[in-house]
């Protein structure tokens, strides 16, 4: 019942906090324009679908709203935790430290993708090219936004 989903709800919030957290570590590591801008544009087009995803999992759990409003504001409080990490980092640590973190985080990234999300899209047959096209689709985009930002840097 209930505690069910509002333990769900906060295993959820974990899950995107560390994410929060390991993207926006990725973002204070940036060094040029290009880099934080290709991250930005990235956050903003999937961080509000998070965010929406966190608010109605807490809602359906039937938790109080104060509990829920507590919640969300740790949640919130993630990112600019996560880019002052990144940005102490690359201020003060040895560059090898930078180059372990960008590594850790891209890496889970890659994880995640590669074990979770594309995987799961694949387990239904239905519109199995629709689903492959949008992923190439997806590919594409990320290779021309990054040429695009590169075209910036020069």
């Excluded at 934080?36 to 938790?63: C, N, R, T």
């Excluded at 090219?129 to 075209?151: D, E, N, R």
Aim: aromatic letters at 8%.
């Amino acid at each position: 019942g209930s505690l069910n989903t509002g333990r769900s709800a906060v295993i959820l919030l974990g899950a995107l906090a560390v994410h929060s957290v390991l993207e926006m570590t990725a973002l204070g590591l940036a060094s040029t324009f290009g880099e934080s801008a290709l991250l930005s544009l990235s956050i903003a087009l999937h961080q509000p679908a998070e965010s929406i995803a966190l608010l109605v999992a807490f809602l359906k759990s039937g938790m109080p709203k104060p509990l829920i409003i507590k919640y969300l504001s740790a949640f919130s409080a993630m990112g600019p935790c996560g880019v002052a990490l990144g940005m102490a980092v690359q201020e003060f640590a040895a560059p090898v430290v930078d180059a372990v973190m960008l590594a850790v985080v891209a890496g889970t990234f890659v994880y995640v993708g590669a074990t979770e999300v594309i995987p799961e899209e694949w387990e239904e047959q239905e519109h199995k090219w629709k689903k492959f096209g949008s992923l190439l689709a997806g590919i594409v985009s990320v290779f021309a936004v990054t040429q695009y930002t590169m075209t910036l840097e020069a």
